[in-house]
C-alpha cells in the first residue's frame, strides 16, 4: 500500500505565498510522474502542475509564472509553491504520485488541502 500525506494549506491574503507538499510512503520502488490538481464545487478537477521522474516540468497557464513544482525524491514528497495568490486560486488542492511497486504502475491521490485566498 502506499500512502499520500499532504500539508501546508490555509487561508491567505491576495498577493500571499504558500507552499504545498505532499509526501508519498509504503510500497514505494521508484516514483514516476508527480503533480497537484485542483478542484472547487460544481467544476472538474483541473491539472495546476506536473513533474516527471527527469524534472520536466509542466503548469496549467493560469499559474505559470506564479507557482513552481518541485520534487525531492529522496524523501518521495512533491511540493507546491505558490505566490502572488489570487482569490481564484481558491480550491482543495490534490497531489497526485504515480508508483511502480516493480509490477505496475498505480496512481495515488492526496486527501487534499484546502487553500483560500481571501481578504
Known amino acids: 500500500q502506499v500512502q499520500l500525506v499532504e500539508s501546508g494549506g490555509g487561508l491567505v491574503q491576495p498577493g500571499g505565498s504558500l507552499r504545498l507538499s505532499c509526501a508519498a510512503s509504503g510500497n514505494i520502488f521508484s516514483i514516476n510522474a508527480m503533480g497537484w490538481y485542483r478542484q472547487v464545487p460544481g467544476k472538474q478537477r483541473e491539472l495546476v502542475a506536473s513533474i516527471t521522474s527527469g524534472g520536466t516540468t509542466n503548469y496549467a497557464d493560469s499559474v505559470k509564472g506564479r507557482f513552481t513544482i518541485s520534487r525531492d525524491n529522496a524523501k518521495n514528497t512533491v511540493y507546491l509553491r505558490m505566490t502572488s495568490l489570487k482569490p481564484e486560486d481558491t480550491a482543495v488542492y490534490f497531489c497526485?504520485?504515480?508508483?511502480?511497486?516493480?509490477?505496475?504502475?498505480?496512481?495515488?491521490w492526496g486527501q487534499g488541502t484546502q487553500v483560500t485566498v481571501s481578504s
Open positions: 497526485l504520485v504515480k508508483v511502480f511497486d516493480r509490477v505496475v504502475i498505480n496512481t495515488h
